[in-house]
């Protein structure tokens, strides 16, 4: 994996460089530590807050195979005990994007508890983020009335309780489970290049719908007949480069007119599991600020 954080119990996500893991350790135990007369480099997942040792800190890309392969600096799950760092769960490792690719789309569903807990304060204090990754990596500019039929999709879906779900993914999964939904009459944000990428394929390939300049989806003047353009989202899947794994789905673009029926577009959508636990992260930061000034 490419991430790792110095503390538990927040939302952290820092990206793997020399610079930033030097930045954050100050090259200070227990994250520097010397096991069997070796160098060894500690952290966290950002996920499931197991330790994590870092790869190639203070060394360029090194071959790892016969093939002449080469990674760079990348942090990767240890299953033991670091000390001062703290004891390894192999629960919550079960459960971690980071870790088993199976586990992210796994259909089981886990017990109600502190992360699933967690997952529902985030969603209800945080709806506004989520919103705008919808936003920024998709292109929708969900009404209210979208945002409600999306958000009770997910609570009679009980998307808290899926294990496949997490902090990292969480916008996404929350999409995911949306049922089909109509995007006609609906508002694309073209502010974020996917608004304005998802404009202009509806533009070039539906034959009863089409979207201003400034994002709003209408029917065509010349259609007649009852009109949908409805999107779903499918394939919720894992891909594995050196050793890392990306998360993705497809987003789907169907649109009828009176009985015929035809695919628009199906676009794939990497997850950043970056951007929403930084905004959380940030919003927490500004509001202890805010409290210390201004009292709770």
Known sequence: MFVFKVKKGINQVIKVSERNF?????????F?????????HYAY???????????????DNQVVDEDQRTLPMHARHVKYD????????QAAYDTCPYANPSSSTSKKRREQGAVSDELLWLVKTFPDAID??????????????LFLEILTNFKEEEGHLYRYVSKPNLPYSFMYMADSQNLLFEKLDTNY????????????????????KFGIVYKKKDVKGYVQLKFHFTDFEVDEIEGEKYQKFYFVVVES??????????????????YFQNIVEKRLRFSKLAKGVLGD
């Open 45 to 59: 997942c950002p996920a499931c807050e197991n330790p994590v040792m870092l790869i190639h800190v203070h060394v």
């Open 22 to 30: 030097i930045n954050a350790t100050r090259r200070e135990e227990p």
């Open 82 to 89: 670091v000390l001062g760092l703290g004891e390894y769960d």
């Open 257 to 274: 007119c009176g009985n015929e029926e035809q695919d628009v577009l199906k676009k794939e959508i990497k997850f950043d599991h970056f």
């Open 193 to 212: 290049p996917a608004g304005r990428e998802l404009r202009d394929l509806i533009n070039e390939s539906s034959r009863w719908c089409a979207v201003s």
């Open 32 to 40: 520097y530590q010397t096991v069997n007369d070796k160098k060894r």
């Open 132 to 145: 705008t990754i919808i936003r920024r990596d998709v292109g929708i500019a969900a009404s209210e009335k």
